[in-house]
């Protein structure tokens, strides 16, 4: 019987310290709605097959990791990722390109033989986050279009893309999924002119 209260403030001290400690909070590059500036397109002329997609390593990381001004990084611990960044961007950049092109990610899954396959390969370089300044993407990224009966033919080009961010968390993530749509947009933009003429090249920087 005298251990009871002693057992009740202690169960007292775990539930106040649990009450005062920072929430967990997990985050996703996956936009709520696309961010699309205008109705989809029609159905573009090939599949669609996004690779997964390289990251940095001290960014793909469980939690966020954001860039202080003095160049240090720092880890968030209780801002979290829903899954892997580099499982993250894939999704949230085959979803942006899906409602341009008007056509679905194949996610390694057989396409219809007599249509071309556009496949696409992503390099992040860079996955910035700087608090009260921007997101930064810095993307090498790869276009390779696959024919039966032909030989296939392939696009390297780079994008560079900054988007404002407010000092909060929720404030950068947003700036992401939007640099991710900007991203795509230039993508697909590109993949379409490319099918349609060969010899055009990437977007003027």
């Known amino acids: ?90 999704d949230a ?3 942006e390109l899906e409602q341009r092109l008007g056509v679905r990610d194949l996610a390694g899954l057989p396409g219809r033989t007599n249509v071309p396959v556009l496949s696409l390969r992503t390099d992040v370089r860079r996955f910035d986050s700087l608090p009260g300044r921007h997101a930064a993407l810095d993307v090498m990224w790869s276009l390779e279009m696959s024919e039966r009966g ?4 392939a696009l390297t080009c780079a994008s560079v893309i900054h988007e404002q961010a407010g000092s909060e ?13 900007g991203l795509a947009a230039t993508i697909a933009r590109t993949a379409r002119q490319w099918a349609a003429n060969p ?3 990437c977007p003027q920087p």
């Open 1 to 90: 019987m005298n251990l009871r209260p002693s057992l009740l403030m202690l169960a007292g001290a775990f539930v106040l310290s649990a009450c005062s400690s920072t929430p967990t909070r997990y985050h996703t590059l996956i936009a709520a709605q696309p961010h699309m500036t205008e109705a989809p397109a029609e159905a573009a002329g090939f599949q669609l097959q996004v690779l997964p997609v390289r990251i940095p390593v001290q960014t793909d990381q469980p939690s966020l990791v954001v860039r202080e001004s003095d160049g240090r990084l720092a880890i968030l611990e209780t801002a979290l990722w829903a899954s892997p960044p580099a499982d993250e961007f894939h």
């Open 93 to 95: 950049l085959a979803i």
């Open 150 to 153: 032909r030989q296939s033919r």
């Open 169 to 181: 968390v929720d404030s950068l993530v947003l700036a992401h999924q939007r640099a991710i749509a």
């Open 199 to 201: 010899d055009s090249g």
